[in-house]
Nanobody, 127 residues
Framework: QVQLVESGGGLVQSGGSLRLSCAAS????????MGWFRQAPGKEREFVAA????????AYATSVKGRFTISRDNTKNTMYLQMNSLKPEDTAAYYC????????????????????WGQGTQVTVSS
């Protein structure tokens, strides 16, 4: 079993920044491929970013590329999402997710690739 706890969400003005954290327990983070997803009211949960076990490979949704940075500190069992230049359309509940498998270039963006999910942290960007 893997437990994931997100933190760092909040209310920020357009153009501002936030850093989300995802603390993992129950399994060593270095054995997990990790991802961030988000879900706005009335919309499906969508892929935001993913990172391989070592951290050497990352991927981003087109909508956040160049503004968001995913990273991980395996020594702290924690993953991060640095969000800069936030826009109102970034408003959503953000979820971290863990995949027991290795990086898969064909499926890292799929919700069903990930076996474990956190409870989410709300990010609200005001205009």
């Amino acid at each position: 079993q893997v437990q994931l706890v997100e933190s760092g969400g909040g209310l920020v003005q357009s153009g501002g920044s936030l850093r989300l954290s995802c603390a993992a327990s129950g399994r060593t983070l270095s054995n997990l491929t990790m991802g961030w997803f988000r879900q706005a009211p009335g919309k499906e949960r969508e892929f935001v970013a993913a990172i391989s076990r070592s951290g050497r490979t990352t991927a981003y949704a087109t909508s956040v590329k160049g503004r968001f940075t995913i990273s991980r500190d395996n020594t702290k069992n924690t993953m991060y999402l640095q969000m800069n230049s936030l826009k109102p359309e970034d408003t959503a509940a953000y979820y971290c997710a863990a995949d027991l498998g290795w990086w898969n270039s064909d499926s890292y963006f799929r919700r069903d690739e990930y076996e474990y999910w956190g409870q989410g942290t709300q990010v609200t960007v005001s205009s």
